[in-house]
């Protein structure tokens, strides 16, 4: 697998504004390293339930070697994209979605969570999308992640992304393999 590094920083590029089935514009942009607070309140906003289908096991706090892995990045092999809105005149993330290369086991794991307020608008579809191409970009074309078996709603969002998609079943998790 050939994955390129990105030596000069934050990549600016992959900014955007978003519209919305429901009218909101959120921007996107990739994760900073001074996004720790914002995620610890992200995690905070989110019903049970959401942690449970992104980290497969209940969750009230993040470690801070957590946090850190969460929002220290190298935007190539590693790589977030935030969807941030202002609220009550401060910035927040209401989503994440990305990408992790693990070179011991040669795999590149993804993940998604969205705020449950802001579900059902084609943000997850849009952000996996948008992080799919980026690893693209970076030489990265299979993704894997393990996912709770009864999250339909991740495994409609992959459908309609229109990669190829393989699925297998232990002890009640699914592990997916997605071709980009």
């Known amino acids: 697998m050939l994955l390129t590094f990105n030596i000069g920083g934050y990549p600016r590029q992959y900014e955007s504004l978003l519209a ?20 610890v309140d992200l995690l905070n906003k989110l019903s049970a339930d959401s942690v449970y289908l992104r980290f497969l096991r209940p969750i009230k706090t993040l470690s801070e070697e957590l946090l850190f892995q969460l929002t220290h990045i190298n935007y190539s092999s590693n ?6 809105i202002k609220e009550n005149g401060k910035d927040s993330i209401i989503a994440v979605s990305r990408y992790g290369y693990d070179p011991k086991a040669e ?3 993804f993940a998604i969570v969205v705020r449950d307020d802001w579900q059902h608008f084609g943000l997850g579809k849009l ?32 459908r309609e992304l229109g990669n190829t998609v393989k699925y297998s079943y232990r002890g009640g998790a699914t592990q997916v393999e997605v071709f980009v």
């Open 127 to 158: 952000l996996l999308t948008k992080t799919f191409a980026i690893g693209r970009e970076h030489g990265i074309s299979r993704f894997e992640t393990v996912m709770d078996s009864t999250n339909t709603v991740m495994k409609q969002i992959l």
């Open 79 to 84: 790589f977030a994209l935030v969807a941030v």
């Open 107 to 109: 795999i590149t794991d």
């Open 20 to 39: 919305l089935k429901n009218g909101e514009k959120v921007f996107l942009r990739p994760i900073r390293q001074t996004d720790e607070n914002l995620i």
